[in-house]
């Protein structure tokens, strides 16, 4: 009966320390996804290759760079 015991009190603590990794591994993922969704890419028209993260204008012709899909 008491290995019983000891082998429940064993198996509690290892979901405790199950859920509470679970519980901080969500809470990291929340953030990294919070941190990239705003995150855009803006390109050239004319110019595809030219790829940016804050808008502005090209340097290769000037113009614009529109929010890439």
């Given at each position: 009966m008491k290995k019983l015991n000891s082998v429940l009190v064993?198996?509690?603590?290892?979901a405790l320390a199950g859920m509470a990794a679970f519980?901080?591994?969500c809470k990291h993922l929340d953030s990294d996804e919070q941190g990239s969704a705003h995150v855009h890419k803006y390109t050239c028209?004319?110019?595809?290759?030219v790829v940016q993260d804050t808008p502005g204008?090209?340097?290769?012709?000037?113009?614009?760079?529109?929010?890439?899909?």
């Open positions: 064993g198996l509690a603590i290892l519980v901080v591994g028209k004319m110019h595809p290759e204008n090209c340097p290769k012709c000037g113009m614009a760079l529109v929010q890439k899909d």
